[in-house]
C-alpha cells in the first residue's frame, strides 16, 4: 500500500552528476547519482563549497539507496552529510516564473541534530538562501521551513528507512509541497504531505545546497532529479518484458529424439487481447530446419501458473535434424508484451545399438560396493535391483549424475578380507540397449593380516624407561601383559600408545648407567590376534655419566700399501681405564664415515679392540678378530677420528696428517702409526712410533703393524729431510725439517749453500728449524737458490740428498705489465674439458720471473713454484691438464692447478710474490661476452694488449684453425702468439682473398695458383667439401647446398703450409 506524505519544499533535486542531459531529456534540468568512486570528495565532481570550504567535507558513501520502482534508485553510491563544515552546491538552467519539482532519496539516523540539510539558492548565491529542509533532533520527521524559521511540525518517517521526497515550487506563488512516499507514487497525489509559503525574497533559483549543520547530523541523500514536470523528475523504472527459457537451448545438439519441447517465461503470460490463454498449440510452431520448413504434428499445454509450455511432439523426432520452435507474441499483466521468440536445435546422431558392458566393481566398504559402466545408463534399469545377484543382501542401487556407475547398498555387510561375488545382468543403456551377457566380477573388502608383529627396536628412554616400536598395530591385551617382556631385573607396567605400535615399559628395577642389560619380546599379537613368530632379543645401554671412560686410539692404519681400494686399513682402541667399558653405542667417526657398535662390545681394562672398514679381509690379513665398522675408507691425506660415547662425551678424538711430524712411511709406505704410550697425548705426531711386527709384502711394500697388542718403539735408521725453507726477510732464511736434528750438523753454516756467506745458524729449541742470517742481504724480486745437505737427526742419520729451495722475497709496490690476453675455458670435448688455458702476456719492457706468482681461477689457485723468465712480448701458457693440452696445441704449457675453468663464467687473477693484483680478468659466457667460446671451439682472445682486458667488448674470439675433436669440431685457438682473429669481412691472406664475405650462393676464391687442396669445415669442424686443385689462380666455390652459418676453409699449399680463413654463408 503507497504511503505519501505531503511536504513543502523545494528541496534538492540532486546531487550533480556527470549524467546530467539536457538535450536528451527536455525538461530535466539537474540529475545526481554520486556515481563516483566511495570515499570521493563532492568538491571534485562538479559541487562547489560557498561555506567552510575544506572542513570535513562532503564525501560519497557507499552503499547507493535503492528505492523499488524509481529510476534513480541503485543506480551510484550516495552523498553522506554527517557533520558540520563544509557547504556546497551545484547549479542548473536559471528559473523565474516555472513550477520546479524536486525528487530525491534520503534516509536519517534515531540519533541526529535538528537542522536543515537542503535549501535552494539563486544564481548570485550571497547568503539568502530559501526551501529550507528541515530533519528533527530524533530522525523521525523532516518539513520544509519558512524563511530562517525551522518547521512547526514534521512529516513524520521511520529512521534507518529509505524514502523518496519530491519538494514542489510554484515560482509565481511561492508556494511549496513536501511529499514523502514509503513506496513509488503511481502519479502527483492532489495534496502534499506539507505545504508552506516562502517569505524570503528571490528572483530566480539556479542552485540546489546541501549543508552541513551539525556534528550529530546523520542524513544520507542520493538520486536526485530536478525537472519543470513530475513525470520527468518522479521518472519510474522501466517497464520489465516477460523473458522465456526454451529447452532444449537454442543451438543445442545431440537432443534426444523423444524430447519434449518447454518454453518457460519469467512470469504469467496471456494473448495480447489480455485474453487468457486457452489454446497454447496456437501460439507454437514447431517446423524442421527453419521457420519455411516442414510442420511437425505435436500438442500443446500450458500450466496452472501460466509460464510453462510443454510441445509434446506426435511422434519421435528424426535423428540428426536442426528443428525450429517459435512463440508467438505474448504479454503480462501490466501489458507488458513480447515479440516472437524462436530457438534451433539438432537431434542426436541415428542411435547407440551397442550393448552396455561393466568394466569394473569394487567395495567401498563393508555396506557398499560400486558397479562402473562404459557408457551412460537408463536410471529405471540401472536402478532395478533384480538385475544384480550373487551378494547376501542388496537393499537399494542409486545410479550417479554421470549415469555410468552405481552404488549398491547391502542390507548384509560382506566379511572383512573375504571374498564375494557380484552378478550383473539386463541393464539397459540410455538407448534402450540391453547387456548382451550376465557379468559376475569379485568384490572384497580388505585384505586379511596373516603377517605377525615384530618388535623393530627397543631403548632406554631413561634409566627407568623402556619404549619397544612394533612393525604393526598391537592387541593391548597381550602388548600390556609383563610376561611377554623378560630379561629385565622388574617391569612394573607396559602400556600401549594411543597408535598401537609402541609400549613404555615401566621399571621398578633401574638399568644401571654404563651397563648394558638384555630384553627379551615374545607372544605379543597384533590387532588381527596373528602372534609374534619368534622370540626376540634387544641390548639396552644407557650413560648418563658426565665423563668418558679412558679409552686411547693407539693405532691407525690409514693408507696401506695396496693399489686401488685399500681393504686392511684399521683402527685400534685401547681401554686405558681401571674398569671394563662396553661400546655399545658408542660411535667411531672418522673423517665423513661413522660407526655405532650395534651390539655389547666389553673391552677390559689394558685390552684392545680393533675395527676396520673390511673386517672380513683385514681379519684373515693381520691374524686377528676385527669388528666390522663403516666401509668407508680413512682419508690418505690425515683426517679426524673421535670416539663419543652414547650420550655424546667425547672419549678420545685424534687428528693426524700424511706430513712431517706424522712420519710418512705411514702414508703408503706399508707400516702403520702406533701410540707406544696411551698415556702420551696422541695428537702430537712425535709420539707416534710405526708398527713393528712383519706382516708379509704388498705392492713391494713390506707390512708392519701391531694390532691387539702394545708396540715398542722402532730404531731409527732414516735420514732426516729439510721439508721448506722460506725467506722472513732481506737477512733472514728459515729451514724447517721433518724431526729434530743435533745442533752440530744443523747450526753448521758449510751445510746451508747458494745464498752467499752466512753470519750465523741456529737451531730452535725442538731442533726441527734452523734460522739462517745472511751477510748479503737478498735482492728484492729476484730469486736465489738455497741447497741443504749433511744434516743429522739424533740417531746420527746423516742426509745425503741435497734438498734445493728456490727463495724470492718481493717486497716491491709496483708490479710488472702482465696481461691475461687469452682464455680457452670450455674446449669443445665431451665429458671432462681437457683442453682448457690460460695465457699470459709480457707486455712490459723487461724480462719477468713468474717464480711465487700466483694464477687464480675460480676456486683454483696455483703458484709458480719454479723459475719461469718471461721475455718482454713473449708468452706464459697454464692449463689444468698440461701434458694434454701440450700434445694437441703443439706448444709447451706449464701445469697449473688441476681444477678446470669454469664454464660458467668465473675470475681469473694473477698475484705478485707480495700479493700486489697485476692483472685479472672476469668472464662470463653470455652476453656481452662472445658466446661463441662457451664450448662451440675458440677460445677467447685479447687482440690489444693495451686494450682494457675487463671490457668484454675488447675480447674476440679465436678463428685460428688448430684441429678438431673426434673428427667433429673444430679448435680455433692461437695459444703463444698473438691473436689470429679474421674479421668476417672479404678475407685476404697475401695473394689469397675470399669474396664476397658474407656470401650467398657462391663463394670466389682468388691467389691459389700454388694450392694442391682446398676443403671446407663447418663451425662443428665437419668435413663439408675437399677437391685437388688444378693450378689456377682463382676459382668460384659453389655454396647452394650450404645452410646459413659460419664455415672455414683450408687452403694446403704446395709448399706444405696451411691457411685456414673463415667465411659465412648469408641467404
Same mark, same amino acid.
Given at each position: 500500500?503507497?504511503?505519501?506524505?505531503?511536504?513543502?519544499?523545494?528541496?534538492?533535486?540532486?546531487?550533480?552528476?556527470?549524467?546530467?542531459?539536457?538535450?536528451?531529456?527536455?525538461?530535466?534540468?539537474?540529475?545526481?547519482?554520486?556515481?563516483?568512486?566511495?570515499?570521493?570528495?563532492?568538491?571534485?565532481?562538479?559541487?562547489?563549497?560557498?561555506?567552510?570550504?575544506?572542513?570535513?567535507?562532503?564525501?560519497?558513501?557507499?552503499?547507493?539507496?535503492?528505492?523499488?520502482?524509481?529510476?534513480?534508485?541503485?543506480?551510484?553510491?550516495?552523498?553522506?552529510?554527517?557533520?558540520?563544515?563544509?557547504?556546497?552546491?551545484?547549479?542548473?538552467?536559471?528559473?523565474?516564473?516555472?513550477?520546479?519539482?524536486?525528487?530525491?532519496?534520503?534516509?536519517?539516523?534515531?540519533?541526529?541534530?535538528?537542522?536543515?540539510?537542503?535549501?535552494?539558492?539563486?544564481?548570485?548565491?550571497?547568503?539568502?538562501?530559501?526551501?529550507?529542509?528541515?530533519?528533527?533532533?530524533?530522525?523521525?520527521?523532516?518539513?520544509?521551513?519558512?524563511?530562517?524559521?525551522?518547521?512547526?511540525?514534521?512529516?513524520?518517517?521511520?529512521?534507518?528507512?529509505?524514502?523518496?521526497?519530491?519538494?514542489?515550487?510554484?515560482?509565481?506563488?511561492?508556494?511549496?509541497?513536501?511529499?514523502?512516499?514509503?513506496?513509488?507514487?503511481?502519479?502527483?497525489?492532489?495534496?502534499?504531505?506539507?505545504?508552506?509559503?516562502?517569505?524570503?525574497?528571490?528572483?530566480?533559483?539556479?542552485?540546489?545546497?546541501?549543508?552541513?549543520?551539525?556534528?550529530?547530523?546523520?542524513?544520507?541523500?542520493?538520486?536526485?532529479?530536478?525537472?519543470?514536470?513530475?513525470?520527468?523528475?518522479?521518472?519510474?523504472?522501466?517497464?520489465?518484458?516477460?523473458?522465456?527459457?526454451?529447452?532444449?537451448?537454442?543451438?543445442?545438439?545431440?537432443?534426444?529424439?523423444?524430447?519434449?519441447?518447454?518454453?518457460?517465461?519469467?512470469?504469467?503470460?496471456?494473448?495480447?487481447?489480455?485474453?487468457?490463454?486457452?489454446?497454447?498449440?496456437?501460439?507454437?510452431?514447431?517446423?524442421?530446419?527453419?521457420?519455411?520448413?516442414?510442420?511437425?504434428?505435436?500438442?500443446?499445454?500450458?500450466?496452472?501458473?501460466?509460464?510453462?509450455?510443454?510441445?509434446?511432439?506426435?511422434?519421435?523426432?528424426?535423428?540428426?535434424?536442426?528443428?525450429?520452435?517459435?512463440?508467438?507474441?505474448?504479454?503480462?499483466?501490466?501489458?507488458?508484451?513480447?515479440?516472437?521468440?524462436?530457438?534451433?536445435?539438432?537431434?542426436?546422431?541415428?542411435?547407440?545399438?551397442?550393448?552396455?558392458?561393466?568394466?569394473?566393481?569394487?567395495?567401498?566398504?563393508?555396506?557398499?560396493?560400486?558397479?562402473?559402466?562404459?557408457?551412460?545408463?537408463?536410471?529405471?534399469?540401472?536402478?532395478?535391483?533384480?538385475?544384480?545377484?550373487?551378494?547376501?543382501?542388496?537393499?537399494?542401487?542409486?545410479?550417479?549424475?554421470?549415469?555410468?556407475?552405481?552404488?549398491?547398498?547391502?542390507?548384509?555387510?560382506?566379511?572383512?578380507?573375504?571374498?564375494?561375488?557380484?552378478?550383473?545382468?539386463?541393464?539397459?543403456?540410455?538407448?534402450?540397449?540391453?547387456?548382451?551377457?550376465?557379468?559376475?566380477?569379485?568384490?572384497?573388502?580388505?585384505?586379511?593380516?596373516?603377517?605377525?608383529?615384530?618388535?623393530?627396536?627397543?631403548?632406554?628412554?631413561?634409566?627407568?624407561?623402556?619404549?619397544?616400536?612394533?612393525?604393526?598395530?598391537?592387541?593391548? !591385551? *597381550? /602388548?600390556? &601383559? $609383563?610376561?611377554?617382556?623378560?630379561?629385565?631385573?622388574?617391569? #612394573?607396567?607396559?602400556?600401549?600408545? @594411543? +597408535?598401537?605400535?609402541?609400549?613404555?615399559?615401566?621399571?621398578?628395577?633401574?638399568?644401571?648407567?654404563?651397563?648394558?642389560?638384555?630384553?627379551?619380546?615374545?607372544?605379543?599379537?597384533?590387532?588381527?590376534?596373528?602372534?609374534?613368530?619368534?622370540?626376540?632379543?634387544?641390548?639396552?645401554?644407557?650413560?648418563?655419566? !658426565? *665423563? /668418558?671412560? &679412558? $679409552?686411547?686410539?693407539?693405532?691407525?692404519?690409514?693408507?696401506? #700399501?695396496?693399489?686401488?681400494?685399500? @681393504? +686392511?686399513?684399521?683402527?685400534?682402541?685401547?681401554?686405558?681405564?681401571?674398569?671394563?667399558?662396553?661400546?655399545?653405542?658408542?660411535?667411531?667417526?672418522?673423517?665423513?664415515?661413522?660407526?655405532?657398535?650395534?651390539?655389547?662390545?666389553?673391552?677390559?681394562?689394558?685390552?684392545?679392540?680393533?675395527?676396520?672398514?673390511?673386517?672380513?679381509?683385514?681379519?684373515?690379513?693381520?691374524?686377528?678378530?676385527?669388528?666390522?665398522?663403516?666401509?668407508?675408507?680413512?682419508?690418505?691425506?690425515?683426517?679426524?677420528?673421535?670416539?663419543?660415547?652414547?650420550?655424546?662425551?667425547?672419549?678420545?678424538?685424534?687428528?693426524?696428517?700424511?706430513?712431517?711430524?706424522?712420519?710418512?712411511?705411514?702414508?703408503?709406505?706399508?707400516?702403520?702409526?702406533?701410540?707406544?704410550?696411551?698415556?702420551?697425548?696422541?695428537?702430537?705426531?712425535?709420539?707416534?712410533?710405526?708398527?713393528?711386527?712383519?706382516?708379509?709384502?704388498?705392492?713391494?711394500?713390506?707390512?708392519?703393524?701391531?694390532?691387539?697388542?702394545?708396540?715398542?718403539?722402532?730404531?731409527?735408521?732414516?735420514?732426516?729431510?729439510?721439508?721448506?725453507?722460506?725467506?722472513?726477510?732481506?737477512?733472514?732464511?728459515?729451514?724447517?725439517?721433518?724431526?729434530?736434528?743435533?745442533?752440530?750438523?744443523?747450526?753448521?753454516?758449510?751445510?746451508?749453500?747458494?745464498?752467499?756467506?752466512?753470519?750465523?745458524?741456529?737451531?730452535?729449541?725442538?731442533?726441527?728449524?734452523?734460522?739462517?742470517?745472511?751477510?748479503?742481504?737478498?735482492?728484492?724480486?729476484?730469486?736465489?737458490?738455497?741447497?741443504?745437505?749433511?744434516?743429522?737427526?739424533?740417531?746420527?742419520?746423516?742426509?745425503?740428498?741435497?734438498?734445493?729451495?728456490?727463495?724470492?722475497?718481493?717486497?716491491?709496490?709496483?708490479?710488472?705489465?702482465?696481461?691475461?690476453?687469452?682464455?680457452?675455458?670450455?674446449?669443445?670435448?665431451?665429458?671432462?674439458?681437457?683442453?682448457?688455458?690460460?695465457?699470459?702476456?709480457?707486455?712490459?719492457?723487461?724480462?719477468?720471473?713468474?717464480?711465487?706468482?700466483?694464477?687464480?681461477?675460480?676456486?683454483?689457485?696455483?703458484?709458480?713454484?719454479?723459475?719461469?723468465?718471461?721475455?718482454?712480448?713473449?708468452?706464459?701458457?697454464?692449463?689444468?691438464?698440461?701434458?694434454?693440452?701440450?700434445?694437441?696445441?703443439?706448444?709447451?704449457?706449464?701445469?697449473?692447478?688441476?681444477?678446470?675453468?669454469?664454464?660458467?663464467?668465473?675470475?681469473?687473477?694473477?698475484?705478485?710474490?707480495?700479493?700486489?693484483?697485476?692483472?685479472?680478468?672476469?668472464?662470463?659466457?653470455?652476453?656481452?661476452?662472445?658466446?661463441?667460446?662457451?664450448?662451440?671451439?675458440?677460445?677467447?682472445?685479447?687482440?690489444?694488449?693495451?686494450?682494457?682486458?675487463?671490457?668484454?667488448?675488447?675480447?674476440?674470439?679465436?678463428?685460428?684453425?688448430?684441429?678438431?675433436?673426434?673428427?667433429?669440431?673444430?679448435?680455433?685457438?692461437?695459444?703463444?702468439?698473438?691473436?689470429?682473429?679474421?674479421?668476417?669481412?672479404?678475407?685476404?691472406?697475401?695473394?689469397?682473398?675470399?669474396?664476397?664475405?658474407?656470401?650467398?650462393?657462391?663463394?670466389?676464391?682468388?691467389?691459389?695458383?700454388?694450392?694442391?687442396?682446398?676443403?671446407?669445415?663447418?663451425?662443428?669442424?665437419?668435413?663439408?667439401?675437399?677437391?685437388?686443385?688444378?693450378?689456377?689462380?682463382?676459382?668460384?666455390?659453389?655454396?647452394?647446398?650450404?645452410?646459413?652459418?659460419?664455415?672455414?676453409?683450408?687452403?694446403?699449399?704446395?709448399?706444405?703450409?696451411?691457411?685456414?680463413?673463415?667465411?659465412?654463408?648469408?641467404?
Amino acid at each position: 500500500m503507497k504511503t505519501k506524505l505531503w511536504i513543502v519544499t523545494i528541496f534538492l533535486a540532486g546531487l550533480w552528476s556527470i549524467g546530467l542531459n539536457n538535450g536528451a531529456k527536455a525538461q530535466l534540468l539537474f540529475e545526481e547519482n554520486f556515481n563516483y568512486a566511495t570515499g570521493a570528495l563532492l568538491t571534485d565532481n562538479g559541487w562547489t563549497a560557498h561555506s567552510g570550504g575544506g572542513t570535513n567535507p562532503i564525501t560519497v558513501t557507499n552503499p547507493g539507496l535503492t528505492f523499488a520502482g524509481y529510476i534513480g534508485s541503485g543506480v551510484g553510491n550516495a552523498a553522506s552529510i554527517v557533520n558540520t563544515g563544509e557547504d556546497v552546491n551545484n547549479t542548473f538552467t536559471e528559473q523565474t516564473t516555472s513550477t520546479i519539482y524536486n525528487a530525491f532519496m534520503f534516509s536519517t539516523e534515531a540519533s541526529n541534530s535538528a537542522g536543515y540539510f537542503m535549501h535552494y539558492g539563486q544564481t548570485t548565491l550571497g547568503t539568502s538562501y530559501f526551501y529550507r529542509l528541515y530533519v528533527n533532533a530524533t530522525g523521525d520527521g523532516i518539513g520544509l521551513g519558512v524563511g530562517t524559521t525551522a518547521p512547526t511540525s514534521y512529516v513524520t518517517i521511520t529512521p534507518g528507512f529509505t524514502y523518496l521526497a519530491v519538494v514542489k515550487v510554484d515560482m509565481v506563488t511561492k508556494v511549496a509541497g513536501l511529499f514523502v512516499f514509503s513506496s513509488f507514487p503511481t502519479s502527483e497525489p492532489a495534496v502534499a504531505d506539507q505545504e508552506i509559503t516562502e517569505t524570503a525574497t528571490y528572483s530566480n533559483i539556479s542552485r540546489i545546497c546541501l549543508r552541513q549543520y551539525n556534528a550529530a547530523q546523520r542524513v544520507v541523500v542520493d538520486g536526485i532529479r530536478i525537472a519543470n514536470t513530475w513525470a520527468e523528475a518522479v521518472a519510474p523504472t522501466a517497464p520489465a518484458t516477460p523473458t522465456a527459457v526454451f529447452n532444449p537451448a537454442d543451438a543445442a545438439i545431440d537432443v534426444a529424439v523423444n524430447t519434449n519441447i518447454t518454453i518457460t517465461f519469467s512470469e504469467a503470460v496471456r494473448n495480447l487481447d489480455n485474453s487468457p490463454i486457452t489454446t497454447p498449440g496456437s501460439l507454437i510452431t514447431l517446423k524442421e530446419t527453419n521457420a519455411s520448413g516442414a510442420d511437425i504434428p505435436f500438442t500443446a499445454t500450458l500450466d496452472a501458473t501460466n509460464t510453462i509450455f510443454t510441445i509434446d511432439p506426435t511422434s519421435d523426432l528424426n535423428n540428426s535434424q536442426l528443428y525450429y520452435v517459435e512463440i508467438a507474441p505474448v504479454e503480462d499483466v501490466d501489458d507488458n508484451a513480447t515479440t516472437a521468440l524462436n530457438s534451433t536445435f539438432t537431434t542426436i546422431a541415428l542411435g547407440d545399438v551397442t550393448p552396455p558392458v561393466v568394466v569394473d566393481a569394487w567395495a567401498v566398504d563393508l555396506n557398499t560396493v560400486q558397479v562402473k559402466f562404459n557408457e551412460a545408463m537408463r536410471d529405471t534399469s540401472a536402478e532395478f535391483i533384480n538385475h544384480y545377484t550373487g551378494l547376501a543382501g542388496i537393499g537399494s542401487a542409486v545410479l550417479n549424475t554421470t549415469l555410468d556407475t552405481v552404488t549398491l547398498n547391502l542390507s548384509t555387510p560382506l566379511v572383512f578380507g573375504m571374498p564375494d561375488t557380484v552378478c550383473i545382468a539386463d541393464v539397459r543403456d540410455t538407448s534402450g540397449n540391453p547387456m548382451a551377457f550376465s557379468q559376475c566380477i569379485p568384490v572384497q573388502y580388505g585384505i586379511l593380516d596373516v603377517t605377525p608383529p615384530t618388535a623393530i627396536s627397543a631403548w632406554p628412554v631413561d634409566l627407568a624407561t623402556v619404549k619397544v616400536e612394533f612393525s604393526e598395530a598391537l592387541d593391548q !591385551t *597381550t /602388548a600390556e &601383559a $609383563l610376561a611377554n617382556y623378560t630379561g629385565l631385573a622388574g617391569i #612394573a607396567t607396559a602400556t600401549l600408545n @594411543t +597408535t598401537l605400535d609402541t609400549v613404555t615399559l615401566a621399571l621398578s628395577t633401574h638399568l644401571i648407567s654404563g651397563v648394558s642389560d638384555t630384553l627379551y619380546i615374545e607372544n605379543v599379537e597384533d590387532v588381527a590376534n596373528n602372534p609374534m613368530a619368534s622370540q626376540q632379543m634387544f641390548i639396552l645401554l644407557l650413560d648418563t655419566s !658426565t *665423563t /668418558a671412560p &679412558a $679409552l686411547v686410539i693407539t693405532e691407525i692404519m690409514y693408507n696401506p #700399501a695396496e693399489s686401488g681400494t685399500d @681393504t +686392511t686399513e684399521f683402527i685400534e682402541i685401547y681401554n686405558n681405564d681401571v674398569i671394563t667399558v662396553d661400546l655399545i653405542n658408542y660411535t667411531l667417526a672418522y673423517g665423513a664415515s661413522s660407526f655405532t657398535f650395534p651390539v655389547s662390545t666389553p673391552i677390559a681394562p689394558g685390552e684392545y679392540v680393533l675395527v676396520s672398514s673390511n673386517a672380513a679381509k683385514a681379519t684373515p690379513f693381520y691374524g686377528i678378530s676385527f669388528i666390522q665398522g663403516s666401509t668407508g675408507g680413512m682419508g690418505n691425506s690425515g683426517a679426524t677420528i673421535t670416539l663419543r660415547t652414547p650420550s655424546g662425551i667425547t672419549a678420545d678424538s685424534i687428528t693426524y696428517d700424511d706430513v712431517a711430524p706424522w712420519s710418512p712411511l705411514a702414508d703408503e709406505g706399508g707400516y702403520s702409526l702406533s701410540l707406544c704410550d696411551p698415556n702420551l697425548d696422541n695428537n702430537v705426531g712425535g709420539n707416534w712410533s710405526l708398527g713393528h711386527n712383519f706382516f708379509g709384502t704388498v705392492n713391494g711394500h713390506d707390512v708392519y703393524a701391531d694390532p691387539g697388542e702394545g708396540c715398542t718403539s722402532a730404531t731409527d735408521t732414516v735420514a732426516p729431510i729439510a721439508t721448506h725453507a722460506w725467506a722472513e726477510d732481506f737477512t733472514t732464511v728459515k729451514v724447517r725439517f721433518n724431526e729434530a736434528v743435533e745442533t752440530t750438523s744443523g747450526e753448521n753454516s758449510a751445510n746451508y749453500t747458494g745464498l752467499g756467506a752466512l753470519s750465523n745458524v741456529v737451531l730452535n729449541t725442538n731442533g726441527d728449524t734452523a734460522t739462517l742470517t745472511l751477510s748479503t742481504p737478498l735482492v728484492s724480486g729476484v730469486s736465489a737458490t738455497l741447497s741443504v745437505t749433511g744434516i743429522s737427526d739424533l740417531s746420527a742419520n746423516t742426509m745425503s740428498i741435497v734438498y734445493n729451495f728456490p727463495i724470492l722475497l718481493d717486497t716491491s709496490t709496483t708490479v710488472y705489465n702482465l696481461v691475461i690476453t687469452e682464455v680457452m675455458y670450455n674446449s669443445p670435448e665431451a665429458g671432462i674439458d681437457s683442453l682448457e688455458f690460460i695465457e699470459i702476456y709480457n707486455n712490459d719492457a723487461v724480462s719477468v720471473d713468474l717464480q711465487n706468482y700466483t694464477l687464480m681461477y675460480g676456486t683454483s689457485s696455483y703458484t709458480f713454484a719454479t723459475s719461469i723468465v718471461v721475455n718482454a712480448g713473449s708468452y706464459a701458457l697454464i692449463a689444468p691438464k698440461a701434458t694434454a693440452a701440450t700434445n694437441f696445441y703443439g706448444v709447451s704449457f706449464i701445469q697449473g692447478a688441476t681444477g678446470g675453468i669454469s664454464n660458467s663464467g668465473t675470475f681469473v687473477k694473477l698475484v705478485s710474490p707480495s700479493g700486489l693484483l697485476v692483472d685479472s680478468v672476469s668472464y662470463l659466457p653470455t652476453a656481452p661476452w662472445n658466446t661463441a667460446a662457451n664450448g662451440t671451439g675458440p677460445s677467447l682472445t685479447l687482440c690489444d694488449p693495451n686494450s682494457d682486458n675487463t671490457d668484454p667488448l675488447n675480447w674476440s674470439v679465436s678463428t685460428h684453425f688448430i684441429g678438431t675433436i673426434d673428427g667433429t669440431t673444430a679448435v680455433l685457438a692461437d695459444p703463444g702468439t698473438a691473436c689470429i682473429i679474421t674479421g668476417i669481412s672479404n678475407v685476404e691472406s697475401g695473394s689469397i682473398s675470399l669474396y664476397p664475405n658474407p656470401a650467398g650462393n657462391y663463394l670466389n676464391i682468388e691467389g691459389i695458383a700454388n694450392a694442391t687442396t682446398i676443403e671446407v669445415f663447418n663451425n662443428m669442424g665437419m668435413l663439408i667439401s675437399n677437391s685437388n686443385h688444378n693450378g689456377n689462380a682463382s676459382m668460384t666455390l659453389e655454396t647452394t647446398s650450404m645452410s646459413n652459418g659460419l664455415y672455414y676453409i683450408s687452403i694446403r699449399m704446395n709448399d706444405g703450409s696451411l691457411i685456414t680463413k673463415p667465411f659465412v654463408i648469408v641467404k
